[in-house]
């Protein structure tokens, strides 16, 4: 099995690590990323061939990929999927993990099945904690047959948890939640630095306990049976200083209207991406 990597930035550097880590998965890998210096520690893989740009990958291929993953940013995707060539057969499918490009977008520009239909495409948003195996990835899978549909599922597992969709609809709120929800828990982070400086707390104290806070609330969720509303009550006396910091966040115009203009900005963004 030949899987093609299409832009091996940190994203699909993460996941290039994953799949070699995967004792079950027994494949080839193309990789098609112009700058790869960074990848230099391939060298000891015999599996793994670099390649500069489609039109190499496609001279070199003795076969078409059995997957073709598409990690480039959408501004670039036009020309990143120009001159696949070889590197596609009638029986490949596509994985997508750029944010707001359809599956039609990307099905009326990729090269067309020998008998004419359409070209198989999946769609996936995943998130940055993938570089360090933490990632949420969602995946649509249109109508992939199920070895496909679980040989993507497989692919993106790599770099964490992955739950899979049946209404591509849902992609540009996904995106808006999950895919750009990370800068969001950094931007709380850098906040809660600056607030706690303000508060008289010198700069780096003030950053190591907001950064660690932040990371161990995390890492409590994920451990925890409980949904984040009961943390927090869990951790909230009455009268006490966590009730007083929660009344302005709680507040009519604190934190929850606001992460709601954010969230629907990012996806109307990302709706106007793939338009």
Same mark, same amino acid.
């Given at each position: 099995m030949l899987i093609t990597l299409i832009g091996c930035g940190k994203m699909g550097s993460a996941m290039l690590q994953g799949w070699l880590n995967d004792a079950t998965l027994d494949a080839d !890998?193309? /990789?098609?990323?112009?700058?790869?210096?960074? @990848?230099?520690? $391939?060298?000891?893989? $015999?599996? #793994?061939?670099? !390649?500069?740009?489609?039109?190499?990958?496609? +001279?070199?291929? %003795?076969?078409?990929?059995?997957?073709?993953? @598409?990690?480039v940013k959408p501004q670039i995707m036009d020309d990143a999927i120009?001159? *696949? &060539?070889? /590197?596609?057969g009638s029986d490949t499918a596509f994985l997508s993990i750029a944010a707001g490009i359809p599956t039609d977008w990307l $099905?009326?520009?990729?090269?067309?099945?020998?008998?004419?239909?359409?070209?198989? #495409?999946?769609?996936?948003?995943?998130?940055?904690? +993938?570089a360090i195996g933490k990632g949420v990835t969602v995946?649509? $899978?249109?109508?992939?047959?199920?070895?496909?549909?679980? *040989?993507?599922?497989? @692919? @993106?597992?790599a770099v964490g948890a992955v #739950?899979?969709?049946? %209404?591509?609809?849902?992609? %540009?709120?996904?995106?808006?939640?999950?895919?750009? &929800?990370? +800068?969001?828990? !950094?931007? *709380?982070?850098?906040?809660?630095?600056?607030?706690? /400086? =303000?508060?008289?707390?010198? +700069?780096?104290?003030?950053?190591?306990? =907001?950064?660690?806070?932040?990371?161990?609330a995390g890492e409590l969720i994920a451990a925890s049976d409980d949904p984040p509303s009961q943390l927090r009550v869990n951790v909230t006396s009455k009268g006490g200083t966590t009730a007083a910091a929660l009344a302005v966040l709680m507040d009519d115009d604190g934190l929850a209207p606001l992460m709601k203009r954010a969230i629907i900005a990012a996806r109307d963004r990302s709706l106007e991406l793939g338009s």
């Open positions: !890998f193309a /990789i098609v990323e112009p700058h790869h210096d960074a @990848l230099a520690w $391939t060298s000891s893989y $015999t599996n #793994v061939r670099l !390649f500069d740009d489609c039109a190499a990958a496609a +001279a070199a291929a %003795d076969r078409p990929s059995q997957m073709v993953v @598409l990690a120009a001159t *696949l &060539g070889g /590197i596609a $099905t009326a520009r990729l090269p067309k099945n020998a008998d004419g239909s359409d070209a198989l #495409v999946l769609r996936s948003m995943p998130n940055t904690p +993938a995946l649509y $899978t249109a109508d992939a047959p199920a070895a496909i549909a679980a *040989l993507a599922a497989q @692919l @993106l597992t #739950v899979t969709i049946d %209404d591509e609809g849902l992609m %540009d709120a996904v995106t808006a939640v999950s895919g750009s &929800g990370p +800068a969001y828990v !950094f931007l *709380l982070a850098e906040t809660m630095t600056a607030a706690g /400086i =303000a508060a008289g707390l010198p +700069a780096a104290l003030s950053q190591q306990l =907001a950064e660690a806070t932040v990371a161990g």
